[in-house]
Nanobody, 123 residues
Framework: QVQLVESGGGLVQAGGSLRLSCAASGRTFSSYDMGWFRQTPGKEREFVAALSWTGDSTYYGDSVKGRFTISRDNAKNTVSLQMNSLHPEDPAVYYC????????????????WGQGTQVTVSS
């Protein structure tokens, strides 16, 4: 089992940057593909980015491609999301998730979730 705790959210001006981190507990963290999702009230949870367990393969949602970067450090049991050029449409609660059977772009592909961290962008 994996427990996930996100941090790093906050308020940033449009065009600015934030780095989200997700700390994982559990000795098998390195065997999970990892993902980031985001959600705003009344909307479905939206795929943001995913990363293979080796860190070699990444995939991004169209709305963040070229601006966000996902990475992981298996030695430290962490996965990060570097968010640059934040847009007014990026505010949401951002969630870290772990997939046991391969990453995907829907929430159903992931087995474990963190509690989320709020990102707010001021225009």
């Amino acid at each position: 089992q994996v427990q996930l705790v996100e941090s790093g959210g906050g308020l940033v001006q449009a065009g600015g940057s934030l780095r989200l981190s997700c700390a994982a507990s559990g000795r098998t963290f390195s065997s999970y593909d990892m993902g980031w999702f985001r959600q705003t009230p009344g909307k479905e949870r939206e795929f943001v980015a995913a990363l293979s367990w080796t860190g070699d393969s990444t995939y991004y949602g169209d709305s963040v491609k070229g601006r966000f970067t996902i990475s992981r450090d298996n030695a430290k049991n962490t996965v990060s999301l570097q968010m640059n050029s934040l847009h007014p449409e990026d505010p949401a609660v951002y969630y870290c998730a772990a997939a046991a059977a391969g990453w995907g772009v829907t929430k159903h592909d992931y087995n474990y979730w963190g509690q989320g961290t709020q990102v707010t962008v001021s225009s």
